[in-house]
C-alpha cells in the first residue's frame, strides 16, 4: 500500500491535533467561521466554474458543509455538475489559529461521464484582524476516474462580523484555478 503526501499530511494533522489541549479546543468562537452562505466563481484550466455553498456548525466544535458547483468547460460541450457534502471537526490551536479536518462525499456529472466521490481534507486558518488567511490539502477518490490530490491557499477579508470576501487558489491533477468568493456569516 503506497502512503500519498497528502494522506501522510492529514494523518500528521490529525495526530497533532488529537495531542492538542482540550481546554483550547473549547474556547469560545472569535468569529462563525463554520456558519456561512457563500457565491464563488473560479477561472479554472479549461473553463469557469460558479459555486454555491454553506456549512453549519451543529455541536460545537462538529460541522456540516456542501456545495453544487456547475463548470462551463472549453473541452467538454456539456456543461458538468458537482455536488458534495462534508462533516468535519475543528481545533482551536492557539489564539486565532484553527485547524479542521473533514470527511467528504459527493458525484461529479461530466454529461455521459460521471462517478460518486469519497475523500478527506484538512485545512489551517489564521485570523488576523479582519484578515483570514487559509491554506490546506485534499484527497478525493473517484469511483470512476481515479484520484486526486487537492492543495489550495488563499485569504479572506472581513467586511464586518458577518461578510466576508476572499481570493483563493487552488491546484489538482485534473487542472488549477483561482478563485473570488462572498460569504455572509451567520
Same mark, same amino acid.
Given at each position: 500500500?503506497?502512503?500519498?503526501?497528502?494522506?501522510?499530511?492529514?494523518?500528521?494533522?490529525?495526530?497533532?491535533?488529537?495531542?492538542?489541549?482540550?481546554?483550547?479546543? +473549547?474556547?469560545?468562537?472569535?468569529?462563525?467561521?463554520?456558519?456561512?452562505?457563500?457565491?464563488?466563481?473560479?477561472?479554472?484550466?479549461?473553463?469557469?466554474?460558479?459555486?454555491? +455553498?454553506?456549512?453549519?456548525?451543529?455541536?460545537?466544535?462538529?460541522?456540516?458543509?456542501?456545495?453544487?458547483?456547475?463548470?462551463?468547460?472549453?473541452?467538454?460541450?456539456?456543461?458538468?455538475?458537482?455536488?458534495?457534502?462534508?462533516?468535519?471537526?475543528?481545533?482551536?490551536?492557539?489564539?486565532?489559529?484553527?485547524?479542521?479536518?473533514?470527511?467528504?462525499?459527493?458525484?461529479?456529472?461530466?454529461?455521459?461521464?460521471?462517478?460518486?466521490?469519497?475523500?478527506?481534507?484538512?485545512?489551517?486558518?489564521?485570523?488576523?484582524?479582519?484578515? +483570514?488567511?487559509?491554506?490546506?490539502?485534499?484527497?478525493?477518490?473517484?469511483?470512476?476516474?481515479?484520484?486526486?490530490?487537492?492543495?489550495?491557499?488563499?485569504?479572506?477579508?472581513?467586511?464586518?462580523?458577518?461578510?466576508?470576501?476572499?481570493?483563493?487558489?487552488?491546484?489538482?491533477?485534473?487542472?488549477?484555478?483561482?478563485?473570488?468568493?462572498?460569504?455572509?456569516?451567520?
Amino acid at each position: 500500500m503506497q502512503i500519498t503526501k497528502p494522506a501522510l499530511l492529514v494523518s500528521s494533522l490529525l495526530i497533532a491535533c488529537a495531542a492538542t489541549d482540550t481546554a483550547a479546543q +473549547e474556547k469560545p468562537r472569535t468569529q462563525p467561521a463554520y456558519n456561512y452562505a457563500s457565491v464563488s466563481f473560479a477561472d479554472y484550466d479549461g473553463g469557469d466554474a460558479l459555486t454555491i +455553498e454553506g456549512g453549519l456548525e451543529f455541536n460545537s466544535p462538529y460541522f456540516v458543509s456542501g456545495h453544487y458547483k456547475t463548470i462551463d468547460s472549453n473541452a467538454i460541450s456539456a456543461s458538468r455538475d458537482s455536488v458534495g457534502f462534508n462533516l468535519g471537526r475543528y481545533f482551536w490551536l492557539n489564539s486565532g489559529l484553527i485547524a479542521d479536518v473533514q470527511a467528504r462525499v459527493g458525484r461529479v456529472d461530466f454529461g455521459p461521464l460521471d462517478s460518486n466521490y469519497w475523500g478527506a481534507e484538512a485545512n489551517l486558518r489564521q485570523r488576523v484582524d479582519q484578515f +483570514e488567511f487559509y491554506g490546506g490539502v485534499g484527497y478525493l477518490n473517484y469511483t470512476d476516474a481515479g484520484s486526486d490530490n487537492i492543495y489550495q491557499f488563499g485569504v479572506n477579508y472581513f467586511l464586518n462580523q458577518n461578510t466576508s470576501v476572499g481570493v483563493g487558489y487552488q491546484d489538482s491533477e485534473y487542472g488549477d484555478g483561482v478563485r473570488l468568493r462572498a460569504s455572509y456569516h451567520f
